[in-house]
């Protein structure tokens, strides 16, 4: 049985960080893509970061660019998100995604983590 485990989420302050872990179970995810993904009440979920299979590049959404950063340790099977100068804006349920087949969209993807909601309070 293939999972994505989340952990990391809880509650920051603004401008406060946090670190978002994703480890894989039952597959390997070393060839492929993953990402992250946001959903807050009454709205889609939305792209936030990806990275490729082998970590060279990412990508970000516009409103993360510049405080969020992706990375993976293939080793672990796992992939991160450090969540640093935190706004309120961020709150949401984070989930992981994989694989990733457009770098940037949900398209395809065959797994999701169960979720894991951060909370930035003012």
């Known amino acids: 049985q293939v999972q994505l485990v989340e952990s990391g989420g809880g509650l920051a302050q603004a401008g406060g960080s946090l670190r978002l872990s994703c480890a894989a179970a039952g597959r390997s995810f070393t060839n492929y893509a993953m990402g992250w993904f946001r959903q807050t009440p009454g709205k889609e979920r939305e792209f936030v970061a990806s990275i490729t299979a082998t970590g060279r590049r990412t990508y970000y959404a516009d409103s993360v660019k510049g405080r969020f950063t992706i990375s993976r340790d293939n080793t672990k099977n796992t992939v991160y998100l450090q969540m640093n100068s935190l706004k309120p804006e961020d709150t949401a349920v984070y989930y992981c995604?994989?694989?990733?087949?457009?770098?940037?969209?949900?398209?395809?993807?065959?797994?999701w983590g169960q979720g894991t909601q951060v909370t930035v309070s003012s």
């Open positions: 995604a994989a694989p990733l087949y457009t770098m940037v969209e949900s398209t395809g993807v065959e797994y």
